[in-house]
Structure formats: structure tokens, C-alpha cells
């Protein structure tokens, strides 16, 4: 017994030994301890990193239209609208809104390096409010991008644009929501689908097209504008976002066929009150009533009649109107799509056949 105490004892000094050699051999290892630590010594937090990984991707956007002289009857090209677009692609393509270049012909991109050029438009969509623009140049840069990107409610982001064409500007905040949809930023178009992100990072006039990043200096979104009702401040501090997943397909559909295909069966609902009667009736939990329907549309000729609770489609269960919307929008046009309802006590299955959405196609897709 004594020898094994004498062994512990035996260590534990042999430990303390190395320790303190170890301290008289390099010193400056004391700073870390509590009574030298000087908090004014310590780095101070910078998004600096983030900054320089995406401000050279977002580019000041400039649009000009023919307008009548004021000398003469003449047309002559005039400033019309300024902005911010991300470059995302090194081939070119910049991602912006649609309410930046719309109604446009003449579409200039300034680059961060003093680079002057005329941007082609290669697609819009109205209901994202989405616009893609092509640019001819070598050595662009590209923002960096996270295909697995998943933002979340508190994350801090940093919004990138030209407010006031002042020049780039870089605002600091955090997401504070996730989801919101049908506000007053998308426009008169809208239809309500967006999954926009809400920050307070100031989105101001011009930042409109711009970047919303991660301190990783990742593409979270791109800046859609604030909230503002009238004008008052009472929207201070509430701006939104396109997220990255929603903007890259968009971009990628506008690319490949210069418009977004968007399935369309010709329903609208619903009625909270019969819902909720209906599903306790029925021992359900969720479900909406189809309340309209297009005569000619999918949905009649595939058998559905207003008054029957929608419960599934393609076997999804339906949580909300969102819900159902972004399924049929997300499917393809051909697609054959499966309806659960019930009607009259009794579950049915109506096999609809998805045709493409073109309420939109006139004004904003080309």
C-alpha cells in the first residue's frame, strides 16, 4: 500500500515539475491566465472575412428607358432605375429582381473592380420577383455558394448592395423569421408562394438585387426589400429575402427555357370554420375544402367537385393552402397527379393531370 502511495505522490510532483519547466521555458503561455488576461488585447469580432469572400460578386445595377425630351418630341434614353445584382455564375449569369429591370432597355452592371457593362436579359418571373441577366467579361467573380445551405432563425447575415447609389454597403444583422409570405414586398403579382426570409439587416433603395450572406460569406439570399407601412417607421427593421434555394432554381429554370414552368390544376380554397367541422366529423386532423374551381381546369375534368376536403396529394398530406400550392407548383406540367378527398363520409382518389401555369407568362417570363 505504501509503495503505491508513494508511486501517486511520485507522479504527481513529476507532473508538476514538467509544468513549471514548461512555463519557465515559454513564458508568454502566462498571459492566458485569469489575473493577466487584458480583454482589450483580445482580436475584435469582424465580418471582414464574409465581406471580402462576397462584396466582389455584387454588382450595382443601372437601367435606362426611352423617355420623351424635354426640349422636343424626341425619345432619348434616360436613367430609370438603379439597383444591386449578385454575379453567380463565372459565365456570366447575375441574379437580380424583376422590379429592378423591369420595363428597362437599357440594363448597365458596374462591377466592384471599375468594370463598366451592358447586361442582357435572359429571363424573369413575376411571382418571385426574380430576374436573370447575362454579362460578356473574363475573371468574374463568382458568390460563394452552399448547395446544403439551411438558414436558420437567429443566424447573423450581412446584406450587400448599393443603398442610394452611395456605393456598395454592407448592413449587419440576423434572420429573424423564416416562411413569410404574401407581403407587400413582391408587388401586385404576386401570388402569395414566396418563402422569404425576414432580417433586420437595413435593405434600403438600391440594395434591391443585392446579396444576403452568412459571416461564412455564403449566399443566403437575395435582398427583395423593407417593409414599410405608408410613411411611417413602423416597419423599421423589417426586410426580406428570396432564399438562395428558391432564387438557384428559379435562375436554373429561367436559364434553361427563359421561363418557370409551374403546375397548375385550376382549384382554390378554402374555408376554416367547414374545415374544422369537416375534419371532426370525419376523425381527421388536417385538410382543406376545395372552395372554387376553373370549369374547364384539370381538377373538374379529373373528377374533384367543390365541397370535397382535399387530405392528400401524391400521398403528402396537406398542412395549409401554402402547403398545397407549392406542391402543384413544384410539379411538372404532364405530371399525373393523385387527389385524396373525402366526399360524403366516403375517402375518393381523383387522378389529375397537372397542365402549366401561364397566368404569368405575358408579363414577366421571356
Not at 444591386?84 to 452592371?109: E, W
Not at 413569410?180 to 438600391?206: H, V, W, Y
Not at 376554416?272 to 381527421?284: C, G, H, N, Y
Amino acid at each position: 500500500m505504501w509503495i503505491a502511495a508513494l508511486r501517486y505522490i511520485g507522479k504527481a510532483v513529476l507532473l508538476g515539475l514538467l509544468l513549471a519547466g514548461l512555463l519557465i521555458w515559454a513564458p508568454h503561455l502566462r498571459q492566458f491566465t485569469s489575473d493577466s488576461y487584458d480583454p482589450r488585447e483580445a482580436p475584435p469580432l469582424s465580418y471582414a472575412y464574409a465581406a471580402s469572400r462576397a462584396g466582389p460578386a455584387v454588382v450595382n445595377i443601372y437601367t435606362r428607358s426611352f423617355q420623351h425630351s424635354a426640349l422636343n418630341d424626341s425619345k432619348e434614353l434616360l436613367p430609370q432605375n438603379l439597383g444591386s445584382g449578385v454575379i453567380m455564375s463565372r459565365k456570366g449569369y447575375v441574379l437580380t429582381n424583376f422590379h429592378v429591370i423591369s420595363d428597362a432597355d437599357q440594363i448597365i452592371v458596374a462591377l466592384q473592380d471599375g468594370r463598366v457593362l451592358t447586361a442582357e436579359l435572359v429571363g424573369a418571373d413575376v411571382p418571385t420577383d426574380l430576374a436573370v441577366l447575362s454579362i460578356s467579361a473574363d475573371n468574374l467573380p463568382e458568390i460563394p455558394q452552399d448547395p446544403q445551405l439551411s438558414p436558420l432563425v437567429g443566424d447573423v447575415v450581412l446584406a450587400i448592395g448599393n443603398p442610394y447609389n452611395v456605393g456598395q454597403t454592407i448592413t449587419q444583422g440576423i434572420i429573424s423569421a423564416t416562411g413569410r409570405i404574401g407581403l407587400s414586398t413582391m408587388g401586385p403579382d404576386s401570388n402569395g408562394r414566396q418563402d422569404l426570409l425576414q432580417t433586420d439587416a437595413a435593405i434600403n433603395s438600391g440594395n434591391s438585387g443585392g446579396a444576403l450572406v452568412n459571416t461564412r460569406g455564403e449566399l443566403v439570399g437575395i435582398n427583395a426589400g423593407a417593409y414599410h407601412m405608408g410613411t411611417s417607421q413602423e416597419g423599421y427593421g423589417i426586410s426580406f429575402a428570396i432564399p438562395y434555394q428558391l432564387a438557384k432554381r428559379i435562375m436554373d429554370e429561367l436559364i434553361s427555357h427563359g421561363r418557370v414552368k409551374r403546375g397548375y390544376v385550376g382549384i382554390s380554397s378554402v374555408q376554416i370554420d367547414s374545415v374544422t367541422a369537416k375534419l371532426q366529423d370525419a376523425q381527421l386532423s388536417k385538410g382543406l375544402i376545395i372552395e372554387n374551381m376553373d370549369s374547364d381546369g384539370p381538377a373538374v375534368k379529373g373528377g374533384l367537385q367543390r365541397g370535397d376536403l382535399l387530405l392528400r396529394i401524391n400521398d403528402k398530406p396537406i398542412n395549409n393552402v401554402r402547403d398545397a400550392m407549392d406542391i402543384i407548383a413544384e410539379m411538372p406540367p404532364g405530371t399525373k397527379a393523385k387527389f385524396t378527398v373525402l366526399r360524403n363520409g366516403k375517402q375518393l382518389v381523383c387522378t389529375i393531370t397537372v397542365e402549366e401555369d401561364v397566368r404569368f407568362s405575358e408579363s414577366g417570363n421571356s
